[in-house]
């Protein structure tokens, strides 16, 4: 309650100290400035006895240790009523990746990317016909997969989008 009357003494006398200083008399412009130095000491011993800041001790010393940003290269895929991909699991996987979709011809080009940001950030790709994915990653083994719910037909070729080279089948 005291930082809101603090702050409605500025709005409000902050602006008549202003025009007292320009078109009042000495007097006046003496209160003003004193009225001016006593807000700003208000200002400071506020801030004084209710840091904006919590104290160093209050920071959290156990931080669960966040997946690395990186461009999984997809091992194999599957194609059916959606695409499995699959790619080499890193100790610090993701909980989830990005996948992103385009159509080109008979090719179906895929990218992915992992990291902290994934969905907060908005893809690097901006064409028609794409399709962007922000899905849960399931590890198993050492192979970390990836369920695009997407149909693709037989007639599509299963691509890396940033290498162009076809990514291989699963075998079922």
């Not at 001790?57 to 461009?71: F, I, K, L, Q």
């Amino acid at each position: 309650m005291l930082a809101v009357s603090l702050g409605v003494a500025w709005l409000v006398l902050g602006p008549l100290c202003l025009w007292v200083l320009v078109k009042g008399r000495a007097v006046e412009r003496v209160g003003a400035i004193v009225t001016v130095a006593l807000l700003e000491g208000g200002t400071i011993a506020m801030d004084a006895l209710y840091p904006s800041t919590p104290p160093a001790h209050a920071v959290a010393a156990h931080v669960e240790p966040s997946c690395d940003e990186r461009v999984p290269v997809p091992r194999s895929a599957r194609m059916g009523r959606e695409i499995m991909l699959t790619w080499a699991a890193t100790p610090h996987e993701c909980r989830a990746a990005e996948a992103v979709v385009r159509t080109q011809g008979r090719k179906m080009l895929v990218w992915l990317y992992e990291g902290p940001s994934i969905g907060r950030r908005v893809s690097v790709l901006a064409v028609r016909r794409q399709h962007t994915f922000t899905l849960p990653v399931q590890v198993k083994g050492g192979t970390a997969a990836l369920r695009v719910p997407i149909h693709a037909k037989s007639g599509y070729v299963l691509t890396d989008g940033r290498t162009g080279r076809r990514i291989p089948k699963q075998a079922s």
